[in-house]
């Protein structure tokens, strides 16, 4: 019988912490309050921490000095809902381009170029992209290039 992996936000994490040279991912804020270059964006980055939940299971990556992507993982499924709040939280920051929102069995992709979803539950503004768990984990590589 072949062996299966789990994909869990602990594994995805360790995973995003594999960048390639000028990316950094941060899971502790810790971390980042020691890092000289991200002072400037320090308030923004513990607000985030915290209204987000970035310090429950998740994390920062940062290119080149410069916060880009926001990783939230959560051990239960994501509803529409909670995923719409969690992007109107992110945009409103405005710091960030992305937000990546992993549940057990996907992951959304959100851009922080777009407004947020409307209340209408039809209305995907800001959605990138919704994949499966496994197929973002496979891939994360090839999406960091």
Known sequence: MPKTTTITGQ??????????????????????????????????????????GIKKNGGVLCVEGLPTLYLI????????????????NFWNQGLAQILVIADPINVRIFSG?????????????????AIKLADYSLNMQSFYR
């Open 113 to 129: 170029m777009k407004k947020p979803f409307r209340d209408n539950h039809e209305d995907t503004s800001g959605l990138v992209e």
């Open 11 to 52: 594994k995805l994490i360790r995973d995003h912490k594999r960048t390639p040279d000028g990316m950094v991912f941060y899971t502790d804020l810790d971390e980042i309050r020691a890092e000289r270059s991200l002072r400037p964006y320090l308030h923004l980055l513990e607000k985030a921490w915290d209204s987000l």
């Open 73 to 88: 993982t959560r051990k239960q499924r994501v509803t529409p809902e909670k995923a719409k709040e969690l992007h109107r």
